[in-house]
Protein backbone atom coordinates (compact mmCIF):
# COMPACT_ATOMS: atom_id res chain seq x y z
CA UNK A 1 0.00 0.00 0.00
CA UNK A 2 0.94 3.95 -1.13
CA UNK A 3 2.22 5.55 2.18
CA UNK A 4 0.02 8.22 0.51
CA UNK A 5 -3.56 7.07 1.25
CA UNK A 6 -4.77 7.26 4.82
CA UNK A 7 -7.22 4.79 5.39
CA UNK A 8 -10.84 5.53 7.48
CA UNK A 9 -13.23 3.38 8.77
CA UNK A 10 -16.04 3.62 11.30
CA UNK A 11 -17.91 0.53 12.09
CA UNK A 12 -21.32 -0.47 13.18
CA UNK A 13 -21.57 -3.55 15.52
CA UNK A 14 -24.48 -5.65 15.73
CA UNK A 15 -24.88 -7.05 19.56
CA UNK A 16 -27.71 -9.29 20.56
CA UNK A 17 -28.69 -9.01 23.54
CA UNK A 18 -29.11 -12.06 25.76
CA UNK A 19 -32.92 -12.27 26.67
CA UNK A 20 -34.49 -14.81 27.79
CA UNK A 21 -37.55 -13.23 25.70
CA UNK A 22 -37.82 -10.97 22.41
CA UNK A 23 -37.49 -7.09 22.29
CA UNK A 24 -41.00 -6.62 21.50
CA UNK A 25 -42.77 -9.86 22.31
CA UNK A 26 -43.38 -13.09 24.77
CA UNK A 27 -41.34 -15.57 22.09
CA UNK A 28 -38.02 -17.29 23.01
CA UNK A 29 -34.69 -16.03 21.68
CA UNK A 30 -33.00 -19.17 21.55
CA UNK A 31 -30.66 -20.14 19.41
CA UNK A 32 -30.94 -23.38 16.71
CA UNK A 33 -34.74 -24.44 17.28
CA UNK A 34 -36.58 -25.96 14.26
CA UNK A 35 -37.97 -22.79 11.94
CA UNK A 36 -40.70 -20.66 12.81
CA UNK A 37 -41.29 -22.62 16.06
CA UNK A 38 -40.29 -19.23 18.02
CA UNK A 39 -42.68 -16.75 16.27
CA UNK A 40 -45.70 -15.32 17.01
CA UNK A 41 -48.36 -13.11 16.12
CA UNK A 42 -46.49 -9.94 16.89
CA UNK A 43 -42.91 -11.42 15.19
CA UNK A 44 -44.91 -12.47 12.05
CA UNK A 45 -45.94 -8.93 11.90
CA UNK A 46 -50.02 -9.62 12.07
CA UNK A 47 -52.34 -6.85 11.64
CA UNK A 48 -53.98 -5.45 14.88
CA UNK A 49 -51.00 -6.35 17.35
CA UNK A 50 -48.88 -4.22 19.35
CA UNK A 51 -44.99 -4.50 20.27
CA UNK A 52 -44.17 -3.64 24.58
CA UNK A 53 -40.89 -3.17 25.30
CA UNK A 54 -38.94 -6.10 26.88
CA UNK A 55 -37.46 -3.93 30.38
CA UNK A 56 -34.76 -5.89 29.93
CA UNK A 57 -33.51 -4.81 26.95
CA UNK A 58 -33.27 -1.13 28.23
CA UNK A 59 -31.35 -2.30 31.40
CA UNK A 60 -28.83 -3.80 29.04
CA UNK A 61 -28.19 -0.56 27.31
CA UNK A 62 -28.24 1.14 29.76
CA UNK A 63 -25.50 -0.93 31.37
CA UNK A 64 -23.65 -0.79 27.81
CA UNK A 65 -23.37 2.46 27.96
CA UNK A 66 -22.41 3.09 31.49
CA UNK A 67 -19.59 0.90 30.58
CA UNK A 68 -18.20 3.11 27.61
CA UNK A 69 -18.79 6.31 29.34
CA UNK A 70 -21.84 8.01 27.26
CA UNK A 71 -24.79 10.00 27.58
CA UNK A 72 -27.92 7.18 28.85
CA UNK A 73 -30.68 8.74 27.27
CA UNK A 74 -33.51 9.41 29.80
CA UNK A 75 -36.33 9.89 26.75
CA UNK A 76 -35.29 7.83 23.70
CA UNK A 77 -37.77 7.22 20.68
CA UNK A 78 -38.20 3.82 18.84
CA UNK A 79 -39.00 4.85 15.16
CA UNK A 80 -40.02 2.24 11.96
CA UNK A 81 -37.39 1.72 9.17
CA UNK A 82 -39.54 1.00 6.37
CA UNK A 83 -38.25 -1.51 3.44
CA UNK A 84 -39.68 -4.48 1.83
CA UNK A 85 -37.91 -7.74 1.98
CA UNK A 86 -39.43 -11.17 2.70
CA UNK A 87 -37.89 -11.78 5.80
CA UNK A 88 -39.01 -8.75 7.99
CA UNK A 89 -42.86 -9.35 7.73
CA UNK A 90 -44.30 -5.82 8.60
CA UNK A 91 -42.98 -3.97 6.34
CA UNK A 92 -40.59 -2.09 8.65
CA UNK A 93 -37.88 -2.89 11.06
CA UNK A 94 -38.43 -1.06 14.75
CA UNK A 95 -35.16 0.62 15.31
CA UNK A 96 -34.39 4.22 16.76
CA UNK A 97 -32.99 7.37 14.87
CA UNK A 98 -33.14 11.06 16.24
CA UNK A 99 -33.31 9.81 19.90
CA UNK A 100 -31.09 6.74 20.52
CA UNK A 101 -30.93 5.29 24.11
CA UNK A 102 -27.03 5.79 24.29
CA UNK A 103 -25.08 8.91 23.05
CA UNK A 104 -21.36 9.96 23.01
CA UNK A 105 -19.58 7.16 24.69
CA UNK A 106 -15.66 6.23 23.81
CA UNK A 107 -13.04 3.54 24.92
CA UNK A 108 -9.26 3.36 24.11
CA UNK A 109 -7.28 1.01 21.82
CA UNK A 110 -3.64 0.37 21.34
CA UNK A 111 -2.46 1.31 18.20
CA UNK A 112 0.09 0.25 16.03
CA UNK A 113 3.17 2.17 18.20
CA UNK A 114 1.88 0.99 21.33
CA UNK A 115 0.05 4.07 21.78
CA UNK A 116 -3.52 4.81 23.63
CA UNK A 117 -5.96 5.93 21.18
CA UNK A 118 -9.23 7.21 21.83
CA UNK A 119 -12.15 5.94 19.36
CA UNK A 120 -15.73 7.54 19.86
CA UNK A 121 -18.59 5.92 19.85
CA UNK A 122 -21.24 7.88 18.50
CA UNK A 123 -24.41 6.20 19.22
CA UNK A 124 -26.00 2.81 20.46
CA UNK A 125 -29.38 2.66 19.54
CA UNK A 126 -31.92 -0.31 20.00
CA UNK A 127 -33.44 -2.40 17.36
CA UNK A 128 -34.97 -5.62 16.43
CA UNK A 129 -33.62 -8.17 14.25
CA UNK A 130 -34.81 -9.70 11.10
CA UNK A 131 -35.71 -13.07 10.16
CA UNK A 132 -33.75 -15.29 7.65
CA UNK A 133 -33.69 -16.31 4.26
CA UNK A 134 -32.39 -19.96 3.02
CA UNK A 135 -32.38 -20.24 -0.34
CA UNK A 136 -30.33 -23.58 -0.88
CA UNK A 137 -32.46 -26.58 -2.09
CA UNK A 138 -36.23 -25.09 -2.44
CA UNK A 139 -35.76 -24.57 -6.32
CA UNK A 140 -37.67 -21.40 -7.03
CA UNK A 141 -38.24 -20.45 -3.93
CA UNK A 142 -36.49 -19.08 -0.91
CA UNK A 143 -37.33 -20.05 2.46
CA UNK A 144 -38.38 -17.70 5.84
CA UNK A 145 -37.57 -18.77 9.23
CA UNK A 146 -39.05 -16.02 11.33
CA UNK A 147 -37.57 -17.11 14.42
CA UNK A 148 -34.85 -13.88 14.90
CA UNK A 149 -37.40 -11.72 13.91
CA UNK A 150 -38.01 -9.45 16.70
CA UNK A 151 -34.10 -10.73 18.43
CA UNK A 152 -32.94 -8.21 20.42
CA UNK A 153 -30.31 -5.98 18.85
CA UNK A 154 -27.93 -3.19 20.08
CA UNK A 155 -26.06 -1.42 17.28
CA UNK A 156 -22.97 -0.11 18.12
CA UNK A 157 -21.81 3.07 15.68
CA UNK A 158 -18.32 4.04 15.90
CA UNK A 159 -17.03 7.74 14.95
CA UNK A 160 -15.05 7.07 11.60
CA UNK A 161 -12.10 7.11 13.95
CA UNK A 162 -10.01 4.11 13.11
CA UNK A 163 -6.94 4.52 10.91
CA UNK A 164 -6.73 0.60 10.09
CA UNK A 165 -8.01 -2.98 9.58
CA UNK A 166 -5.48 -3.84 12.55
CA UNK A 167 -7.22 -1.04 14.33
CA UNK A 168 -10.54 -1.86 13.57
CA UNK A 169 -10.21 -5.65 14.84
CA UNK A 170 -8.80 -3.72 17.98
CA UNK A 171 -12.10 -1.53 18.54
CA UNK A 172 -14.55 -4.57 17.95
CA UNK A 173 -12.45 -6.68 20.04
CA UNK A 174 -12.80 -4.32 22.90
CA UNK A 175 -16.36 -4.22 22.64
CA UNK A 176 -16.89 -7.57 22.63
CA UNK A 177 -15.16 -8.02 26.27
CA UNK A 178 -17.34 -5.04 27.37
CA UNK A 179 -20.57 -6.86 26.22
CA UNK A 180 -19.60 -10.49 27.42
CA UNK A 181 -18.30 -9.10 31.00
CA UNK A 182 -21.41 -6.87 31.24
CA UNK A 183 -23.41 -10.17 30.73
CA UNK A 184 -25.48 -8.46 27.68
CA UNK A 185 -24.76 -10.39 24.41
CA UNK A 186 -22.80 -14.00 24.73
CA UNK A 187 -20.77 -12.80 21.83
CA UNK A 188 -20.97 -15.82 19.71
CA UNK A 189 -19.86 -15.22 16.25
CA UNK A 190 -20.84 -18.36 14.66
CA UNK A 191 -24.22 -17.67 15.50
CA UNK A 192 -24.63 -14.13 14.50
CA UNK A 193 -24.91 -13.08 17.82
CA UNK A 194 -21.85 -10.24 17.15
CA UNK A 195 -21.55 -9.13 13.60
CA UNK A 196 -20.45 -5.85 12.42
CA UNK A 197 -20.95 -3.97 8.86
CA UNK A 198 -17.69 -1.92 8.53
CA UNK A 199 -17.82 1.86 6.69
CA UNK A 200 -14.19 2.05 4.93
CA UNK A 201 -12.85 4.69 2.33
CA UNK A 202 -9.42 6.38 1.67
CA UNK A 203 -8.42 9.92 1.63
CA UNK A 204 -4.39 11.42 0.65
CA UNK A 205 -2.84 12.02 3.76
CA UNK A 206 -3.03 15.39 5.08
CA UNK A 207 -6.47 15.62 3.39
CA UNK A 208 -9.55 16.77 5.75
CA UNK A 209 -12.46 15.60 3.70
CA UNK A 210 -13.17 12.15 4.10
CA UNK A 211 -13.06 10.02 1.16
CA UNK A 212 -16.31 8.73 -0.60
CA UNK A 213 -16.91 5.44 1.39
CA UNK A 214 -18.18 1.89 0.78
CA UNK A 215 -20.06 -0.14 3.17
CA UNK A 216 -19.28 -3.54 3.89
CA UNK A 217 -22.12 -6.27 4.86
CA UNK A 218 -22.00 -8.34 7.64
CA UNK A 219 -18.66 -9.66 8.78
CA UNK A 220 -18.63 -12.40 11.36
CA UNK A 221 -15.15 -13.07 12.12
CA UNK A 222 -12.29 -11.06 13.80
CA UNK A 223 -9.96 -12.55 10.76
CA UNK A 224 -12.88 -11.69 8.14
CA UNK A 225 -12.76 -8.21 9.34
CA UNK A 226 -9.59 -7.58 8.66
CA UNK A 227 -8.76 -9.21 5.84
CA UNK A 228 -12.51 -7.90 4.07
CA UNK A 229 -11.09 -4.01 4.77
CA UNK A 230 -7.58 -4.63 3.55
CA UNK A 231 -8.54 -5.95 0.55
CA UNK A 232 -11.51 -3.07 0.06
CA UNK A 233 -8.49 -0.24 1.10
CA UNK A 234 -6.96 -2.38 -1.61
CA UNK A 235 -9.02 -1.99 -4.37
CA UNK A 236 -10.38 1.47 -3.89
CA UNK A 237 -6.30 3.03 -3.68
CA UNK A 238 -6.03 0.94 -6.98
CA UNK A 239 -9.21 1.84 -8.18
CA UNK A 240 -8.15 5.94 -7.27
CA UNK A 241 -4.64 5.49 -8.87
CA UNK A 242 -5.81 4.03 -12.40
CA UNK A 243 -7.98 7.30 -12.33
CA UNK A 244 -11.23 5.92 -10.82
CA UNK A 245 -14.05 7.12 -8.64
CA UNK A 246 -15.09 5.02 -5.42
CA UNK A 247 -18.83 4.76 -5.46
CA UNK A 248 -20.68 5.01 -2.39
CA UNK A 249 -22.55 1.63 -2.39
CA UNK A 250 -22.59 -1.63 -0.23
CA UNK A 251 -20.49 -4.58 -1.11
CA UNK A 252 -20.30 -8.25 0.27
CA UNK A 253 -16.70 -9.78 0.95
CA UNK A 254 -16.43 -12.94 -0.52
CA UNK A 255 -14.00 -15.12 1.88
CA UNK A 256 -13.61 -17.90 -0.57
CA UNK A 257 -12.41 -15.24 -3.40
CA UNK A 258 -10.81 -13.42 -1.07
CA UNK A 259 -12.35 -9.65 -2.95
CA UNK A 260 -15.71 -7.80 -1.88
CA UNK A 261 -18.25 -7.39 -4.60
CA UNK A 262 -20.95 -4.30 -4.76
CA UNK A 263 -24.63 -5.26 -3.94
CA UNK A 264 -25.98 -2.66 -5.77
CA UNK A 265 -27.73 -4.40 -7.96
CA UNK A 266 -30.86 -5.03 -5.42
CA UNK A 267 -31.27 -2.02 -3.66
CA UNK A 268 -31.85 0.92 -5.76
CA UNK A 269 -34.04 2.86 -3.76
CA UNK A 270 -32.36 3.25 -0.62
CA UNK A 271 -34.78 5.12 0.97
CA UNK A 272 -36.16 4.72 4.55
CA UNK A 273 -38.10 7.12 4.87
CA UNK A 274 -37.94 6.64 9.37
CA UNK A 275 -40.81 8.00 11.21
CA UNK A 276 -41.53 7.92 14.93
CA UNK A 277 -43.39 4.66 15.42
CA UNK A 278 -46.94 5.51 16.56
CA UNK A 279 -47.16 2.13 18.54
CA UNK A 280 -44.52 2.63 20.74
CA UNK A 281 -44.72 5.68 23.48
CA UNK A 282 -41.16 7.48 23.67
CA UNK A 283 -39.33 5.28 26.76
CA UNK A 284 -38.22 7.45 29.68
CA UNK A 285 -35.87 6.07 32.57
CA UNK A 286 -35.33 7.73 35.80
CA UNK A 287 -32.25 8.40 37.17
CA UNK A 288 -33.12 6.25 39.91
CA UNK A 289 -32.68 3.49 37.28
CA UNK A 290 -29.96 4.67 35.99
CA UNK A 291 -28.28 4.73 39.29
CA UNK A 292 -29.14 1.31 39.91
CA UNK A 293 -27.77 -0.16 36.79
CA UNK A 294 -24.76 2.01 37.75
CA UNK A 295 -24.46 -0.07 41.74
CA UNK A 296 -24.13 -3.38 39.58
CA UNK A 297 -21.96 -2.87 37.06
CA UNK A 298 -19.05 -5.64 37.41
CA UNK A 299 -15.20 -4.26 37.43
CA UNK A 300 -14.78 -3.53 33.63
CA UNK A 301 -12.01 -5.14 31.12
CA UNK A 302 -9.84 -2.00 31.34
CA UNK A 303 -9.87 -1.51 35.32
CA UNK A 304 -9.10 -5.15 36.16
CA UNK A 305 -6.14 -4.68 33.54
CA UNK A 306 -4.53 -1.68 35.38
CA UNK A 307 -5.73 -3.82 39.16
CA UNK A 308 -4.05 -6.54 37.84
CA UNK A 309 -0.54 -4.89 36.45
CA UNK A 310 -0.91 -3.30 39.62
CA UNK A 311 -1.84 -5.76 42.56
CA UNK A 312 -0.09 -8.93 40.71
CA UNK A 313 3.02 -6.82 39.38
CA UNK A 314 2.61 -8.72 35.89
CA UNK A 315 4.96 -8.52 33.15
CA UNK A 316 4.10 -7.10 29.22
CA UNK A 317 0.79 -7.81 27.80
CA UNK A 318 0.17 -10.75 30.59
CA UNK A 319 -2.81 -8.89 32.24
CA UNK A 320 -4.79 -7.91 29.28
CA UNK A 321 -4.49 -11.54 28.50
CA UNK A 322 -5.39 -12.66 31.74
CA UNK A 323 -8.62 -10.01 31.40
CA UNK A 324 -9.37 -10.77 27.62
CA UNK A 325 -12.27 -12.43 29.39
CA UNK A 326 -14.22 -11.89 32.80
CA UNK A 327 -13.94 -16.07 33.40
CA UNK A 328 -10.01 -16.48 32.39
CA UNK A 329 -9.43 -13.31 35.05
CA UNK A 330 -11.65 -15.07 37.69
CA UNK A 331 -10.17 -17.86 37.21
CA UNK A 332 -6.49 -16.59 37.58
CA UNK A 333 -7.72 -14.57 41.01
CA UNK A 334 -8.61 -18.11 42.31
CA UNK A 335 -5.39 -19.61 41.67
CA UNK A 336 -3.72 -16.11 43.07
CA UNK A 337 -5.96 -16.60 46.19
CA UNK A 338 -4.72 -20.28 46.99
CA UNK A 339 -1.17 -19.60 46.77
CA UNK A 340 2.01 -18.17 48.03
CA UNK A 341 3.77 -18.14 44.99
CA UNK A 342 4.61 -15.04 43.57
CA UNK A 343 1.85 -14.11 40.88
CA UNK A 344 3.70 -13.89 37.79
CA UNK A 345 4.49 -17.90 38.48
CA UNK A 346 0.62 -18.39 38.24
CA UNK A 347 0.03 -16.34 34.99
CA UNK A 348 2.95 -18.01 33.55
CA UNK A 349 0.51 -21.44 34.04
CA UNK A 350 -2.66 -19.87 33.01
CA UNK A 351 -1.42 -18.22 29.82
CA UNK A 352 0.95 -20.95 28.83
CA UNK A 353 0.42 -24.89 29.65
CA UNK A 354 -3.11 -24.01 30.71
CA UNK A 355 -4.40 -21.62 27.73
CA UNK A 356 -2.48 -24.43 25.38
CA UNK A 357 -4.45 -27.26 26.99
CA UNK A 358 -7.78 -25.35 26.51
CA UNK A 359 -6.86 -24.84 22.74
CA UNK A 360 -5.32 -28.08 22.03
CA UNK A 361 -8.82 -29.90 22.68
CA UNK A 362 -10.78 -26.82 21.91
CA UNK A 363 -12.14 -26.00 25.11
CA UNK A 364 -13.44 -22.79 26.85
CA UNK A 365 -12.32 -21.78 30.12
CA UNK A 366 -15.49 -22.45 31.83
CA UNK A 367 -14.95 -26.66 30.76
CA UNK A 368 -11.16 -26.24 32.13
CA UNK A 369 -10.16 -29.60 33.71
CA UNK A 370 -8.10 -28.64 36.15
CA UNK A 371 -10.08 -26.51 39.32
CA UNK A 372 -8.27 -23.35 40.20
CA UNK A 373 -7.55 -24.61 43.37
CA UNK A 374 -6.08 -27.84 42.03
CA UNK A 375 -3.88 -25.55 39.78
CA UNK A 376 -2.12 -23.65 42.58
CA UNK A 377 -1.67 -27.16 44.34
CA UNK A 378 0.63 -27.47 41.29
CA UNK A 379 2.24 -24.06 41.48
CA UNK A 380 2.52 -24.33 45.71
CA UNK A 381 4.79 -27.71 44.90
CA UNK A 382 6.70 -25.55 42.10
CA UNK A 383 7.59 -22.71 44.68
CA UNK A 384 8.53 -25.01 47.59
CA UNK A 385 10.75 -26.89 45.60
CA UNK A 386 9.09 -30.17 45.51
CA UNK A 387 9.73 -30.59 41.78
CA UNK A 388 11.01 -28.55 38.93
CA UNK A 389 9.47 -26.46 36.41
CA UNK A 390 10.24 -29.11 33.77
CA UNK A 391 9.03 -32.00 35.96
CA UNK A 392 5.57 -29.70 36.32
CA UNK A 393 4.63 -29.60 32.82
CA UNK A 394 4.65 -33.88 33.13
CA UNK A 395 2.47 -33.53 36.34
CA UNK A 396 0.57 -30.62 34.71
CA UNK A 397 -0.54 -33.01 31.80
CA UNK A 398 -1.38 -35.70 33.93
CA UNK A 399 -3.62 -33.62 35.94
CA UNK A 400 -5.44 -32.56 33.08
CA UNK A 401 -5.98 -36.03 32.29
CA UNK A 402 -7.34 -36.80 35.21
CA UNK A 403 -5.28 -38.15 37.28
CA UNK A 404 -5.69 -36.52 40.88
CA UNK A 405 -3.93 -33.68 42.24
CA UNK A 406 -0.63 -32.33 41.68
CA UNK A 407 0.36 -34.73 44.78
CA UNK A 408 -1.64 -37.24 43.72
CA UNK A 409 0.55 -37.34 41.00
CA UNK A 410 3.51 -36.49 41.94
CA UNK A 411 3.28 -39.47 44.77
CA UNK A 412 2.20 -41.90 42.39
CA UNK A 413 4.62 -41.39 39.78
CA UNK A 414 7.50 -40.82 41.96
CA UNK A 415 8.50 -37.43 40.80
CA UNK A 416 9.34 -35.64 43.99
CA UNK A 417 12.76 -33.53 43.59
CA UNK A 418 15.97 -34.33 44.89
CA UNK A 419 17.11 -31.80 47.12
CA UNK A 420 19.58 -33.99 48.98
CA UNK A 421 22.89 -32.55 48.93
CA UNK A 422 24.12 -35.81 49.78
CA UNK A 423 22.18 -37.65 47.14
CA UNK A 424 23.13 -35.05 44.31
CA UNK A 425 26.60 -35.24 44.98
CA UNK A 426 26.66 -39.08 44.77
CA UNK A 427 25.47 -38.68 40.91
CA UNK A 428 27.60 -35.87 40.39
CA UNK A 429 30.69 -38.11 41.73
CA UNK A 430 29.35 -41.00 38.97
CA UNK A 431 29.44 -38.53 36.31
CA UNK A 432 32.89 -37.21 36.72
CA UNK A 433 33.70 -40.70 37.20
CA UNK A 434 32.33 -41.96 33.97
CA UNK A 435 33.43 -38.89 31.76
CA UNK A 436 37.05 -38.44 32.39
CA UNK A 437 37.58 -36.82 28.89
CA UNK A 438 35.31 -34.65 29.07
CA UNK A 439 36.48 -33.07 32.43
CA UNK A 440 39.88 -32.71 31.43
CA UNK A 441 38.21 -30.84 28.40
CA UNK A 442 36.67 -29.09 31.32
CA UNK A 443 39.62 -28.04 33.97
CA UNK A 444 41.42 -26.95 30.30
CA UNK A 445 39.04 -24.13 30.30
CA UNK A 446 36.21 -25.18 27.89
CA UNK A 447 33.35 -24.15 30.33
CA UNK A 448 30.46 -24.50 28.14
CA UNK A 449 30.75 -28.42 28.69
CA UNK A 450 28.90 -27.27 32.13
CA UNK A 451 25.59 -28.24 30.46
CA UNK A 452 26.91 -31.52 29.03
CA UNK A 453 27.52 -32.54 33.01
CA UNK A 454 24.14 -30.75 34.18
CA UNK A 455 22.25 -33.25 31.23
CA UNK A 456 23.99 -36.28 32.11
CA UNK A 457 22.88 -35.73 35.78
CA UNK A 458 19.22 -34.79 35.03
CA UNK A 459 19.43 -38.44 33.09
CA UNK A 460 20.91 -40.22 35.73
CA UNK A 461 17.97 -38.74 38.00
CA UNK A 462 15.10 -38.62 35.46
CA UNK A 463 14.95 -34.91 35.80
CA UNK A 464 14.66 -34.99 39.44
CA UNK A 465 17.53 -32.95 40.94
CA UNK A 466 17.14 -29.68 41.42
CA UNK A 467 18.62 -27.72 38.86
CA UNK A 468 20.14 -25.00 40.90
CA UNK A 469 21.31 -27.14 43.16
CA UNK A 470 22.99 -29.75 40.46
CA UNK A 471 25.08 -26.68 38.81
CA UNK A 472 26.31 -25.40 42.05
CA UNK A 473 27.74 -28.90 43.44
CA UNK A 474 29.18 -29.25 39.83
CA UNK A 475 31.27 -26.14 39.15
CA UNK A 476 32.28 -27.03 42.88
CA UNK A 477 33.78 -30.60 42.29
CA UNK A 478 35.14 -29.75 38.53
CA UNK A 479 36.90 -27.25 40.06
CA UNK A 480 39.01 -28.98 42.41
CA UNK B 1 -48.96 20.73 -7.84
CA UNK B 2 -46.14 20.01 -4.91
CA UNK B 3 -45.44 16.47 -6.66
CA UNK B 4 -44.89 15.20 -9.85
CA UNK B 5 -45.48 12.34 -11.41
CA UNK B 6 -42.27 11.50 -11.43
CA UNK B 7 -42.18 11.80 -7.46
CA UNK B 8 -45.32 9.59 -6.81
CA UNK B 9 -43.86 7.30 -9.13
CA UNK B 10 -40.61 6.64 -6.73
CA UNK B 11 -43.12 6.65 -4.03
CA UNK B 12 -45.36 3.89 -5.49
CA UNK B 13 -41.91 1.96 -6.12
CA UNK B 14 -41.17 2.25 -2.53
CA UNK B 15 -44.65 1.42 -1.37
CA UNK B 16 -44.72 -1.63 -3.85
CA UNK B 17 -47.83 -0.03 -5.75
CA UNK B 18 -48.59 -0.92 -8.89
CA UNK B 19 -50.85 2.44 -10.32
CA UNK B 20 -52.95 2.71 -13.59
CA UNK B 21 -52.52 6.26 -15.24
CA UNK B 22 -55.70 7.48 -13.94
CA UNK B 23 -54.61 6.59 -10.51
CA UNK B 24 -51.61 8.24 -11.13
CA UNK B 25 -53.11 11.43 -12.12
CA UNK B 26 -55.23 10.92 -9.27
CA UNK B 27 -52.48 10.81 -6.37
CA UNK B 28 -50.74 13.46 -7.75
CA UNK B 29 -53.27 15.57 -7.13
CA UNK B 30 -53.97 14.26 -3.58
CA UNK B 31 -51.02 13.34 -2.21
CA UNK B 32 -50.24 17.27 -3.53
CA UNK B 33 -52.93 18.72 -1.70
CA UNK B 34 -51.24 16.65 1.89
CA UNK B 35 -47.95 18.21 1.26
CA UNK B 36 -49.84 21.33 1.01
CA UNK B 37 -51.16 21.22 4.13
CA UNK B 38 -48.28 20.21 5.65
CA UNK B 39 -46.34 22.67 3.88
CA UNK B 40 -48.37 25.57 5.62
CA UNK B 41 -47.92 23.46 8.98
CA UNK B 42 -44.77 24.60 8.91
CA UNK B 43 -45.53 28.16 8.85
CA UNK B 44 -46.25 28.19 12.32
CA UNK B 45 -43.47 29.74 14.61
CA UNK B 46 -42.33 26.39 16.33
CA UNK B 47 -39.07 28.12 18.30
CA UNK B 48 -38.05 26.43 21.40
CA UNK B 49 -40.82 23.56 20.76
CA UNK B 50 -39.70 20.20 21.67
CA UNK B 51 -40.59 18.18 18.93
CA UNK B 52 -43.30 15.29 19.34
CA UNK B 53 -43.03 11.73 19.37
CA UNK B 54 -46.13 10.50 20.15
CA UNK B 55 -49.53 12.49 20.79
CA UNK B 56 -50.06 10.80 23.87
CA UNK B 57 -48.56 12.80 26.58
CA UNK B 58 -47.38 9.65 29.11
CA UNK B 59 -44.46 6.66 28.45
CA UNK B 60 -43.60 3.50 27.12
CA UNK B 61 -44.55 0.57 29.65
CA UNK B 62 -41.95 -2.07 29.88
CA UNK B 63 -42.75 -5.54 30.01
CA UNK B 64 -40.22 -8.12 31.98
CA UNK B 65 -37.79 -10.55 30.01
CA UNK B 66 -40.41 -13.78 30.68
CA UNK B 67 -41.55 -16.26 27.61
CA UNK B 68 -45.08 -16.05 27.43
CA UNK B 69 -45.71 -17.78 24.02
CA UNK B 70 -46.02 -21.33 22.99
CA UNK B 71 -45.41 -23.01 19.76
CA UNK B 72 -48.58 -22.22 17.21
CA UNK B 73 -47.04 -22.61 14.44
CA UNK B 74 -49.03 -25.06 12.76
CA UNK B 75 -52.13 -22.49 13.20
CA UNK B 76 -50.00 -19.79 11.82
CA UNK B 77 -49.22 -21.59 8.64
CA UNK B 78 -52.87 -22.41 7.78
CA UNK B 79 -52.84 -19.04 6.36
CA UNK B 80 -49.64 -19.21 4.15
CA UNK B 81 -50.27 -19.95 0.69
CA UNK B 82 -46.36 -22.36 0.92
CA UNK B 83 -45.07 -24.09 3.44
CA UNK B 84 -42.20 -26.85 3.31
CA UNK B 85 -40.77 -28.17 6.06
CA UNK B 86 -41.81 -25.42 8.55
CA UNK B 87 -40.37 -22.43 6.32
CA UNK B 88 -42.55 -20.10 4.48
CA UNK B 89 -42.26 -20.17 0.87
CA UNK B 90 -41.50 -17.02 -1.14
CA UNK B 91 -40.20 -16.61 -4.28
CA UNK B 92 -36.73 -17.09 -4.81
CA UNK B 93 -34.97 -13.30 -3.45
CA UNK B 94 -31.50 -13.40 -5.00
CA UNK B 95 -30.17 -14.64 -8.67
Redesign the interface.
Known amino acids: MSAAWEVVIGLEIHAQLATKSKIFSGSPTAYGAEPNTQANLVDLGYPGVLPVLNKEVVRMATMFGLAIGATVARRSVFARKNYFYPDLPKGYQISQLELPIVEHGELFITDANGNEKRIGVTRAHLEEDAGKSIHEGLDASSGIDLNRAGTPLLEIVSEPDLRSAKEAVAYMKKIHTIVRYLGISDGNMQEGSFRCDANVSVRPMGQEELGTRAELKNLNSFRYIEKAINIEVERQIDLIEDGGKVVQETRLYDSDRDETRSMRSKEEANDYRYFPDPDLLPVEISEEFIEAVRATMPELPAAKEARFVDEYSLKGDDAGILTASRPLADYFEAVIAATDAPSQIAANWVIGDLAGALNRDGLDIEDVKISADELAGLVNRIHDNTISGKIAKQVFEAMWEGEGSADDVIEARGLKQITDSSAIEAVVDKVIADNPGQVAEYQAGKDKLIGFFVGKVMQETKGQANPGQVNQILKDKLQS | MSLDKEQVH?IA??A?LKLSDAEYAESVEKLSRIVDFVDQLSQADTTGVV?M??P?D????????????T???DR??ENAP?V???????????E
Open positions: HLLRPAHLAAQRLRPDVVTEDNRYQAVDGLYLVPKVI
